[in-house]
């Protein structure tokens, strides 16, 4: 068994795989023993079938099989040996005739694979923030514990510092036909929620207004306060919504005490209104720098981006798409789908590149830590800080079990590797700035 290989440039190939009848001769005959071994043909007893009999009707299959694999193993092991990063799979080339019996059999493949080069991180500079969380913004979190377990107090009509329950149903035109079981939605809003409070701030208890598909359509705002998406308000399938006030009431907030502390972080972990000011400062300024960190690694993956000669195997790509997609039905068509995602594929080849350069590997132990805080951070957001470990670990455990969240978790372990290999290397511009700037710099 043989594979060569015939470059037509630095990023795309003709793999030739050539075996002789020797390399998988005596596998095919232990198959077909086993199979006359075991066969039940009528008028013969188990185990006395003629060899010649289960040849005729089982060697062709098996030896088509057995060159399969093997060619597909070739092909694998010169992929591997020879480090080729491959884009896209290989395409066969047409096999005119195919005789098993043969003493020699050839069967070629095109790759196109990642062209060699490296890149040099330190020659790219981003702005590098430092951002700390203000006295409001610290004020505004705790105030945000103490609204997760204060008490509803009952109010006579709807004022500023009410929370509203709504609910939002489609109304069914008189005379429509068919029927229509559209679940209603619901939806709790504030004073902050200022296009739908402003809807339904004059409203007594069960009162109702009615919102026209239009209005939805026009008011993105208002719809998404409502429940809807912007695809949702324009695809309803009736022309108007009612929107029922079905509870109000204020909120006395939970007072700044030791019983506070102790839900939200565990007994006795804070004794005091300042212990807390300091760890939900340390919490936030955490946070916000691992979105400065964040940010300056998008913009230096930008810069590579943008400045890193990548060459593809476009040649190559065009018969893979064409190979690959039945939908696909020309090399024109292929060619246009090529060009819309040119930038997206050579952003994957150097990000593949700088995982390769700086040994950028993932293992278990990876991916269950990040399974573990997925897990607090989604029970943080119920206030929950202190779960034990051993409880995190069963509940990462199970989350494991779905191999689309192996995969995504992966993806994100292995980001998070190549985020801190950037933080290292790249060169920064510290600055330090307040979190409202540092949120206006993300929209730029």
């Given at each position: 068994m043989n594979v060569t290989a015939q470059n037509h440039d630095d990023v795309s190939a003709l793999l030739t795989v050539t075996l002789e009848k020797s390399d998988y001769k005596d596998k095919v005959e232990k198959q077909l023993m086993n199979y006359a071994k075991n066969a039940q043909v009528p008028g013969f007893r188990k185990g006395k079938v003629p060899l010649s009999m289960v040849k005729r009707q089982?060697?062709?299959?098996?030896?088509?099989?057995?060159?399969?694999?093997?060619?597909?193993?070739?092909?694998?092991?010169?992929?591997n040996e020879n480090k080729l990063r491959l884009v896209g799979q290989p395409v066969p080339q047409p096999v005119n005739e195919f005789n098993h019996n043969a003493e020699k059999i050839e069967v070629a493949f095109e790759v196109g694979f990642e062209p060699e080069f490296s890149i040099d991180l330190a020659k790219y500079e981003a702005p590098h923030y430092k951002v700390e969380a203000s006295e409001k913004e610290i004020s505004k979190s705790i105030?945000?514990?103490?609204?997760?377990?204060?008490?509803?107090?009952?109010?006579?009509?709807?004022?500023?510092?009410?929370y509203v329950a709504l609910e939002i149903s489609q109304v069914v035109e008189e005379g429509a036909e068919g029927e229509h079981n559209h679940a209603p939605k619901s939806a709790l809003i504030s004073a902050e929620n200022k296009e739908a409070f402003k809807l339904v701030k004059s409203l007594k208890m069960d009162e109702s207004v009615k919102v026209s598909k239009e209005t939805l359509a026009e008011n993105e705002e208002l719809a998404k306060e409502l429940?809807?998406?912007?695809?949702?308000?324009?695809?309803?399938?009736?022309?108007?919504?009612?929107?029922?006030?079905?509870?109000?009431?204020?909120?006395?907030?939970?007072?700044?005490?030791?019983?506070?502390?102790?839900?939200?972080?565990?007994?006795?972990?804070?004794?005091?209104?300042?212990?807390?000011?300091?760890?939900?400062?340390?919490?936030?300024?955490?946070?916000?720098q691992q979105n400065a960190d964040v940010h300056f690694v998008n913009k230096v993956l930008e810069q590579v981006t943008e400045k890193e000669e990548v060459k593809l195997p476009e040649t190559f790509l065009t018969k893979w798409l064409v190979f690959s997609n039945q939908n696909i039905q020309s090399e024109e068509q292929a060619k246009e789908i090529l060009e819309s995602e040119r930038s997206q594929l050579k952003y994957q080849i150097i990000e593949g590149k700088l995982m390769t350069e700086n040994d950028v590997k993932i293992d278990y132990t990876d991916v269950l830590g990040q399974a573990e805080q997925l897990v607090r951070n989604q029970l943080a957001i119920y206030g929950i800080h202190h779960l034990g470990d051993e409880e995190i670990q069963k509940y990462a455990a199970e989350m494991l079990k779905d191999q689309e969240q192996v995969r995504q978790l992966s993806s994100e372990v292995a980001m998070a590797k190549l985020k801190d290999v950037i933080l290292e290397k790249a060169t920064k511009k510290e600055t330090a700035i307040s979190h409202d700037e540092f949120l206006e710099e993300l929209k730029k």
């Amino acid at each position: 068994m043989n594979v060569t290989a015939q470059n037509h440039d630095d990023v795309s190939a003709l793999l030739t795989v050539t075996l002789e009848k020797s390399d998988y001769k005596d596998k095919v005959e232990k198959q077909l023993m086993n199979y006359a071994k075991n066969a039940q043909v009528p008028g013969f007893r188990k185990g006395k079938v003629p060899l010649s009999m289960v040849k005729r009707q089982y060697e062709a299959g098996i030896a088509f099989e057995e060159i399969n694999k093997q060619v597909s193993d070739a092909l694998n092991n010169y992929v591997n040996e020879n480090k080729l990063r491959l884009v896209g799979q290989p395409v066969p080339q047409p096999v005119n005739e195919f005789n098993h019996n043969a003493e020699k059999i050839e069967v070629a493949f095109e790759v196109g694979f990642e062209p060699e080069f490296s890149i040099d991180l330190a020659k790219y500079e981003a702005p590098h923030y430092k951002v700390e969380a203000s006295e409001k913004e610290i004020s505004k979190s705790i105030e945000n514990m103490q609204k997760r377990f204060a008490e509803q107090e009952p109010q006579e009509k709807i004022g500023k510092d009410s929370y509203v329950a709504l609910e939002i149903s489609q109304v069914v035109e008189e005379g429509a036909e068919g029927e229509h079981n559209h679940a209603p939605k619901s939806a709790l809003i504030s004073a902050e929620n200022k296009e739908a409070f402003k809807l339904v701030k004059s409203l007594k208890m069960d009162e109702s207004v009615k919102v026209s598909k239009e209005t939805l359509a026009e008011n993105e705002e208002l719809a998404k306060e409502l429940g809807f998406s912007k695809e949702e308000a324009e695809h309803l399938h009736h022309a108007e919504v009612e929107v029922k006030v079905k509870d109000f009431y204020s909120l006395k907030l939970a007072e700044l005490n030791q019983e506070l502390f102790d839900k939200v972080y565990g007994a006795d972990a804070i004794k005091s209104e300042e212990e807390l000011k300091d760890k939900v400062k340390t919490e936030l300024d955490e946070y916000f720098q691992q979105n400065a960190d964040v940010h300056f690694v998008n913009k230096v993956l930008e810069q590579v981006t943008e400045k890193e000669e990548v060459k593809l195997p476009e040649t190559f790509l065009t018969k893979w798409l064409v190979f690959s997609n039945q939908n696909i039905q020309s090399e024109e068509q292929a060619k246009e789908i090529l060009e819309s995602e040119r930038s997206q594929l050579k952003y994957q080849i150097i990000e593949g590149k700088l995982m390769t350069e700086n040994d950028v590997k993932i293992d278990y132990t990876d991916v269950l830590g990040q399974a573990e805080q997925l897990v607090r951070n989604q029970l943080a957001i119920y206030g929950i800080h202190h779960l034990g470990d051993e409880e995190i670990q069963k509940y990462a455990a199970e989350m494991l079990k779905d191999q689309e969240q192996v995969r995504q978790l992966s993806s994100e372990v292995a980001m998070a590797k190549l985020k801190d290999v950037i933080l290292e290397k790249a060169t920064k511009k510290e600055t330090a700035i307040s979190h409202d700037e540092f949120l206006e710099e993300l929209k730029k």
